[in-house]
């Protein structure tokens, strides 16, 4: 799955670890996540959108809509 983490942790002037403490996973996650290498889990998925107040599909998009 595709994703524009980086692009919204950027936006809000958020380093990778600023933003994993805020989240409450590790670093490593976050930058997992924004790689493409890590998927993550639905609750965590809810919480990054809920965190930087946005849709959950305007962060994560599913590979069949990636084009």
Do not use: C, W
């Amino acid at each position: 799955m595709k994703n524009k983490l980086k692009v919204y942790r950027v936006m809000h002037n958020l380093t990778q670890e600023d933003l994993a403490k805020r989240l409450g996973v590790t670093r490593q996650t976050i930058i997992a996540i924004e790689r493409g290498k890590y998927d993550p889990s639905l609750p965590l998925a809810f919480k990054i959108a809920r965190f930087f107040k946005a849709k959950i599909e305007d962060i994560f998009i599913p590979d069949e809509e990636a084009g």
